[in-house]
């Protein structure tokens, strides 16, 4: 396909700013965009917790000191540019203390939504101003879902820079959608009516900014083509199912890349050993160095079952109290855990060190590296979860030889197959129930393979062998372009 020119707004990219799957896939998407020749510009908040540690950065002579109206308020801005480490790729910086020198990237303020409106216009009017005119301005999630609407209302007399422009919204949770309160209204504005608002919502009270993402884009992207169908009925769709289902001929899902050049386990800079599927010496290193790091004890035919999670009920730690310590008590393996949410799921997991001393290990919050680090010495990785967009770990766990055990739902149905023992096919242990005797049917089946050497072996080769880079996947990406950016619907 011929070039595109991309306006991209993401709320975080990696590694400079980043709480999860969007980060890292708004930073390979965008990059292999970029690698394939098209002209993208990413605009991203300058958040307070930003690490652009080592970076080059550059002040945008053109997009300095300006300023920006989102309901009847001004905001002052400046725009700087940092380079996406080992690429071409230079993001867009969009630094407003007003709103984005907080010590967090996502809240419940009062003026949540005001701050991601900020961006939204501030990219918009960006573009203006470097008179960039974009064939598509690619949205994610709630954060910067109006942009379709401002698009077709506010910026619609711009026909220079956005007469030609399409949307594309893409939906990476749809559990999180942004609500706020109607009485909220006048924030659209300047530039959109009343009238251009879901008037149902408004009836109740309330505007949901990723409805109107569904309602306006040109086009609406999921992460995966299983959560796609998903998020399409009423138990998933978490109230917009019908909204969905109405766009049906433009909702289609894409199942998200891996990085290979930041998760590969024969070049990975946070492992002290590397390793490949011709030689899974580095891996068994990897596991002995880690157990010995956080001190539990085991012999090297020990299986180490990991997780890196956020601790919420979408990831299914709900399973877990039912299930890990009858498991822990009747194997002889150990657990190590890495994540942050809930405080009632951080209680259990503390519990649980507690009480299996040695043999199960919590680290409250978040470390890239110990995030690797678990990857490469697991030997079975939990993602038990009740709904998964796509996933990103059970990718990361396939390319490093660990066992993912997962549910059959969203993303992890289209990249996990389960494996059958006797014909030797399959990536991984799927159970389909979302319940404590389908997870624990699991984890005692993965327990018992990985005491057959000769079946965990292929196993774990059958999955190091998948590839799921973003070359396989930005293609679609591309077609998906093409197909939208011929008329306005």
């Given at each position: 396909?011929?070039?595109?020119?991309?306006?991209?707004?993401?709320?975080?990219?990696?590694?400079?700013?980043?709480?999860?799957?969007?980060?890292?896939?708004?930073?390979?998407?965008?990059?292999?965009?970029?690698?394939?020749?098209?002209?993208?510009?990413?605009?991203?908040?300058?958040?307070?917790?930003?690490?652009?540690?080592?970076?080059?950065?550059?002040?945008?002579?053109?997009?300095?000191?300006?300023?920006?109206?989102?309901?009847?308020?001004?905001?002052?801005?400046?725009?700087?540019?940092?380079?996406?480490?080992?690429?071409?790729?230079?993001?867009?910086?969009?630094?407003?203390?007003?709103?984005?020198?907080?010590?967090?990237?996502?809240?419940?303020?009062?003026?949540?939504?005001?701050?991601?409106?900020?961006?939204?216009?501030?990219a918009l009017e960006c573009c203006q101003r470097l008179?960039?005119?974009?064939?598509?301005?690619?949205?994610?999630?709630?954060?910067?879902?109006?942009?379709?609407?401002?698009?077709?209302?506010?910026?619609?007399?711009?026909?220079?820079?956005?007469?030609?422009?399409?949307?594309?919204?893409?939906?990476?949770?749809?559990?999180?959608?942004?609500?706020?309160?109607?009485?909220?209204?006048?924030?659209?504005g300047p530039g959109v009516s009343i009238e251009a608002?879901?008037?149902?919502?408004?009836?109740?009270?309330?505007?949901?900014?990723?409805?109107?993402?569904?309602?306006?884009?040109?086009?609406?992207?999921?992460?995966?083509?299983?959560?796609?169908?998903?998020?399409?009925?009423?138990?998933?769709?978490?109230?917009?199912?019908?909204?969905?289902?109405?766009?049906?001929?433009?909702?289609?899902?894409?199942?998200?890349?891996?990085?290979?050049?930041?998760?590969?386990?024969?070049?990975?800079?946070?492992?002290?050993?590397?390793?490949?599927?011709?030689?899974?010496?580095?891996?068994?290193?990897?596991?002995?160095?880690?157990?010995?790091?956080?001190?539990?004890?085991?012999?090297?035919?020990?299986?180490?079952?990991?997780?890196?999670?956020?601790?919420?009920?979408?990831?299914?730690?709900?399973?877990?109290?039912?299930?890990?310590?009858?498991?822990?008590?009747?194997?002889?393996?150990?657990?190590?855990?890495?994540?942050?949410?809930?405080?009632?799921?951080?209680?259990?997991?503390?519990?649980?060190?507690?009480?299996?001393?040695?043999?199960?290990?919590?680290?409250?919050?978040?470390?890239?590296?110990?995030?690797?680090?678990?990857?490469?010495?697991?030997?079975?990785?939990?993602?038990?979860?009740?709904?998964?967009?796509?996933?990103?770990?059970?990718?990361?766990?396939?390319?490093?030889?660990?066992?993912?055990?997962?549910?059959?739902?969203?993303?992890?149905?289209?990249?996990?197959?389960?494996?059958?023992?006797?014909?030797?096919?399959?990536?991984?242990?799927?159970?389909?129930?979302?319940?404590?005797?389908?997870?624990?049917?699991?984890?005692?089946?993965?327990?018992?393979?990985?005491?057959w050497p000769g079946v965990w072996h292929r196993l774990?080769?059958?999955?190091?062998?998948?590839?799921?880079?973003?070359?396989?996947?930005?293609?679609?990406?591309?077609?998906?372009?093409?197909?939208?950016?011929?008329?306005?619907?």
């Amino acid at each position: 396909m011929p070039p595109q020119r991309i306006c991209f707004l993401t709320a975080e990219i990696s590694p400079f700013a980043k709480t999860g799957g969007l980060g890292d896939v708004a930073a390979a998407l965008s990059r292999h965009l970029l690698q394939r020749g098209h002209d993208i510009r990413v605009f991203v908040p300058l958040h307070a917790l930003s690490d652009l540690q080592g970076c080059e950065q550059r002040p945008v002579a053109a997009l300095q000191d300006l300023s920006v109206r989102v309901g009847t308020n001004e905001y002052r801005y400046d725009v700087r540019e940092a380079r996406l480490p080992g690429s071409d790729l230079w993001v867009q910086l969009v630094d407003c203390p007003a709103v984005f020198d907080r010590p967090f990237i996502y809240s419940d303020a009062h003026d949540e939504h005001v701050r991601y409106l900020m961006l939204t216009r501030a990219a918009l009017e960006c573009c203006q101003r470097l008179d960039f005119a974009p064939d598509i301005v690619h949205c994610n999630d709630w954060h910067t879902a109006f942009a379709p609407l401002l698009l077709r209302t506010a910026y619609a007399w711009d026909t220079q820079i956005f007469g030609a422009t399409r949307s594309v919204f893409t939906i990476h949770n749809i559990g999180y959608q942004g609500v706020f309160s109607a009485s909220a209204a006048a924030d659209l504005g300047p530039g959109v009516s009343i009238e251009a608002l879901h008037q149902a919502d408004l009836g109740h009270g309330r505007i949901n900014p990723m409805r109107h993402g569904i309602l306006y884009a040109d086009a609406v992207t999921t992460v995966s083509p299983t959560y796609a169908q998903e998020i399409r009925t009423p138990e998933g769709g978490y109230g917009l199912d019908a909204d969905l289902r109405a766009r049906r001929d433009s909702v289609s899902g894409i199942l998200n890349g891996v990085d290979y050049d930041d998760w590969n386990p024969a070049i990975d800079r946070y492992l002290p050993f590397h390793y490949d599927a011709n030689d899974l010496t580095g891996k068994a290193r990897n596991k002995a160095a880690l157990l010995d790091l956080l001190r539990m004890n085991a012999a090297a035919s020990v299986p180490l079952i990991g997780m890196v999670t956020r601790l919420t009920r979408q990831k299914g730690i709900d399973l877990l109290p039912d299930v890990l310590p009858k498991l822990l008590q009747e194997h002889d393996c150990r657990f190590v855990a890495l994540g942050s949410g809930e405080a009632q799921y951080e209680r259990f997991m503390h519990e649980l060190q507690e009480r299996f001393p040695g043999r199960v290990v919590f680290y409250s919050g978040y470390s890239e590296e110990l995030a690797h680090f678990i990857e490469a010495a697991a030997d079975i990785f939990l993602m038990p979860s009740l709904y998964e967009p796509c996933g990103l770990n059970q990718l990361y766990s396939l390319k490093y030889g660990t066992v993912p055990v997962v549910r059959r739902t969203g993303g992890l149905a289209d990249s996990v197959q389960h494996f059958d023992p006797t014909t030797g096919q399959g990536t991984g242990i799927v159970f389909n129930d979302f319940d404590a005797g389908g997870l624990r049917w699991a984890l005692q089946t993965a327990l018992e393979w990985y005491g057959w050497p000769g079946v965990w072996h292929r196993l774990v080769q059958n999955g190091m062998q998948q590839d799921f880079s973003w070359d396989a996947r930005i293609g679609e990406y591309e077609a998906l372009y093409e197909a939208f950016g011929v008329s306005r619907k």
